[in-house]
Structure formats: C-alpha cells, structure tokens
C-alpha cells in the first residue's frame, strides 16, 4: 500500500499505521475516556440528509471563501495539531508547504516542532497561530510578537484545554516518551523537539492556566488585534461573549474528542449556535470531518468553513508533503464533485433548504 492507493480518509489512516510505531499512531487516532465523544463527532454527520436540486448549470464552480480575513480556494483547512516532526521527519515544514500549494490556511500551534520563524518563511499564504494561555504570561506576550513579526495572519485561542483529558488508549499503548515538552523549547520553538523532558500531559496540566478566564482572552483579542478565532466553543452563551470581547470567529469543536468524552458532538451544535450569532461572526466547524459531503452539510447549515485534523496528520505519517497535498487534494475534489451533484454553483447556495435531519 502506498499513497496512490489512498483515496479517503480509512485508507490514509491505514498506511499511517504500517508506518508509525502502534504508541504515536494511537496518539493521532484516539481520544478520552471510552472515545464515546471522539465517535460521535464524526456520526453525527450521518443524522443529516442532502436535498440536491437537479438541472443546474454547474459548469463553472465555486468553492472559494473568505474566513479569518483571507480568501481561501475552497472551504476547508487543517487544525493547528502539535509535533509534526513526531510523524514525519520533516514535520510542520512539509506540512505548511502542501497546505501554501493547496491554497488554504495553515495553521501551527504552541506546540509545534518548526519555529514560527521559519514558517513563516516556508508558507507565505495565510497561517494562523494556535496559542494557549500559559501560567507565565510573558510567554503569551512574546508568541504573539513573534506570530506578528513573521506574517501570522490570524490567531486562534484554544480553550478548551485548561486540564489534559483522560486518553487512557495512551496509557494501554506506553506513549509516554515521544512528545516531551520544556518551557525553554516552547519559548524559542526550536528543532529540539525530540530532546525534551516533560510528556505532554505534564505540559498542560503544569503550564496551561486553569485559571484562565474571559478578561485573559479579550486581553489576547486586543493585543493581536487582527482575526481572532475562539476554538472549543460548544454553547450558545459561550459564543455570544466571544462576540463581547471581539472575537471574529469561533470554531465550533470539542477537541477531536480528546478532552471531555460526553460532550456534545460540533455538527450536533452547529445550527443553534448559527442561528444565534451566525449573522454576527463567522462560525467555523471542527472535528469528525471524513468527508466532502460533510462539509457541504455543514455550510449548509451556516458554517462558514470546516477544518480536520486527525486526516491531515495521518497523511503527513503516510507521505510527509505529498501525503498532505493528497489528502487535501482528494477532499478538494470530493467538495467540488458533491457541490455539482448537489446542483450548487457557490458556497451561498448551500442553505438550509439543502439539508433535513432524518427524523423530519
């Protein structure tokens, strides 16, 4: 098996597997508690039907958009996901070179294996910067100085994190090694990624602030001051205030189903939370996305764009850049195959006139 055989989301998953060892292919693959959550995210999806209109023209199609202040070729992008160089040797560079050349957002985070400098000179389209609050708060200050001095063109603050969850398949698989994490390399974000002598459990629960709060966060909002997306979102009330402190996004998404297993699924929450902000912010959706169709189903119901993580990460083990291109290429295609399917010209016509839950 190779990359040529891969043409969906099992079959990268499958060849990432025969290529990392069983503890860090598990680390991708799983999440907390009995993975109830992790499960849900993606069958969600399935509750929902497409209502195609037939006789359209769809010779031309458009799948562009604009989120987080930048046009993007089409309406999905990858998650800020940690340790790139933990599944492939070349890591995050590999990663932001095929999401510049897919034309989409690449996204790094706090706990990436690639300096934001140097990404910032391997990608020159648009990156946002996944940041978390630490306890030191200098640490903060000085990630977002270095996200602006190096082209950074959005922030996403991830805050649903505050504690590791409890992702016991790590525990069965002996992942206690690999992605260790100091200060000091979180600080200067070097290529020492692999020479570090803390777990990443440690990490967050010693260096992620619980005490985090709302005043933290709109006090990141004005000092980036520039798109801002607010990521773990998962009510209503909670979007409202990201709208308070001025926010320009949130994304819908409960950590892959990493963190809080019984929580509710992102596509299960995603029309409540549109129909009371959507006017007001753009709403992002993340987690269980597979496939083409899914996306299309939640623009459909009002999410402005998607991003995935678990895929992307699985086709960076699979093939490192080509891997990434790949999977985003064939996700690229299935969107615009399913859009000409559904009769829809533009993203705008995917409304909630193409959409029905299967119990109506």
């Given at each position: 098996?190779?990359?040529k055989?891969?043409?969906?989301?099992?079959?990268?998953?499958?060849?990432?597997?025969k290529?990392?060892?069983?503890?860090?292919f598990?680390?991708?693959?799983g999440?907390s508690?009995?993975?109830?959550?992790?499960?849900?995210?993606?069958?969600?999806?399935?509750?929902?039907?497409?209502?195609?209109?037939?006789?359209?023209?769809?010779s031309?199609i458009?799948?562009?958009?604009?989120?987080?202040?930048?046009?993007?070729?089409?309406?999905?992008?990858p998650?800020?996901?940690?340790?790139?160089?933990?599944?492939?040797?070349?890591?995050?560079?590999?990663?932001?070179?095929?999401?510049?050349?897919?034309?989409?957002?690449?996204?790094?985070?706090?706990m990436?294996t690639v300096?934001?400098?140097?990404?910032?000179?391997?990608?020159?389209?648009?990156?946002?910067?996944?940041?978390?609050?630490?306890?030191?708060?200098?640490l903060?200050?000085?990630l977002?100085?270095?996200?602006?001095?190096?082209?950074?063109?959005?922030?996403?603050?991830?805050?649903?994190?505050?504690?590791?969850?409890?992702?016991?398949?790590?525990?069965?698989?002996?992942?206690?090694?690999?992605?260790?994490?100091?200060?000091?390399?979180?600080?200067?974000?070097?290529?020492?990624?692999?020479?570090?002598?803390?777990?990443?459990?440690?990490?967050?629960?010693?260096?992620?602030?619980p005490?985090?709060?709302?005043?933290?966060?709109?006090?990141?909002?004005?000092?980036?001051?520039?798109?801002?997306a607010l990521?773990g979102?998962?009510?209503?009330?909670?979007?409202?205030?990201?709208?308070?402190i001025?926010?320009?996004?949130?994304?819908?998404?409960?950590?892959?189903?990493?963190?809080?297993?019984?929580?509710?699924a992102p596509?299960?929450q995603?029309?409540?939370i549109?129909?009371?902000?959507?006017?007001?912010?753009?709403?992002?959706?993340?987690?269980?996305?597979r496939?083409?169709?899914?996306?299309?189903?939640?623009?459909?119901?009002?999410?402005?764009?998607?991003?995935?993580?678990?895929?992307?990460?699985?086709?960076?083990?699979?093939?490192?850049?080509?891997?990434?291109?790949?999977?985003?290429?064939?996700?690229?295609?299935?969107?615009?195959?399913?859009m000409?399917?559904?009769?829809?010209?533009?993203?705008?016509?995917?409304?909630?006139?193409?959409?029905?839950?299967?119990r109506?």
């Amino acid at each position: 098996m190779n990359l040529k055989d891969c043409h969906n989301f099992e079959d990268f998953k499958k060849l990432a597997k025969k290529k990392l060892p069983s503890p860090i292919f598990h680390y991708i693959d799983g999440g907390s508690d009995d993975e109830v959550t992790l499960n849900r995210n993606t069958e969600a999806f399935n509750d929902y039907d497409l209502i195609p209109n037939v006789l359209n023209d769809v010779s031309n199609i458009d799948m562009s958009t604009t989120v987080l202040g930048e046009k993007i070729d089409f309406p999905l992008f990858p998650s800020a996901t940690a340790m790139h160089r933990l599944y492939h040797h070349e890591g995050e560079r590999a990663s932001a070179r095929a999401v510049e050349k897919m034309g989409t957002i690449f996204g790094t985070s706090t706990m990436g294996t690639v300096s934001i400098e140097e990404i910032g000179q391997i990608n020159k389209g648009p990156k946002s910067f996944q940041l978390y609050i630490h306890k030191d708060r200098g640490l903060t200050d000085n990630l977002l100085e270095r996200c602006k001095k190096a082209g950074f063109t959005s922030l996403c603050l991830t805050v649903d994190t505050v504690v590791a969850g409890n992702r016991e398949r790590d525990r069965r698989t002996g992942f206690t090694t690999p992605p260790k994490l100091t200060l000091a390399n979180i600080i200067h974000m070097t290529e020492k990624g692999s020479s570090i002598d803390k777990s990443v459990i440690d990490y967050i629960n010693e260096q992620f602030d619980p005490a985090m709060n709302w005043k933290d966060a709109e006090y990141c909002v004005k000092k980036w001051n520039g798109p801002f997306a607010l990521k773990g979102v998962m009510s209503v009330e909670d979007a409202k205030k990201a709208i308070d402190i001025g926010c320009t996004a949130v994304i819908v998404s409960n950590h892959g189903g990493r963190q809080l297993d019984g929580s509710r699924a992102p596509f299960d929450q995603l029309a409540e939370i549109v129909d009371a902000v959507g006017d007001k912010i753009e709403v992002i959706l993340d987690g269980g996305v597979r496939r083409g169709t899914h996306v299309l189903k939640a623009l459909s119901l009002g999410a402005k764009a998607c991003s995935f993580g678990k895929g992307y990460l699985f086709a960076l083990a699979a093939g490192g850049q080509k891997g990434v291109e790949k999977i985003l290429a064939n996700m690229k295609t299935e969107i615009n195959r399913d859009m000409k399917l559904m009769g829809c010209r533009t993203l705008k016509e995917l409304n909630r006139s193409k959409i029905i839950h299967r119990r109506n």
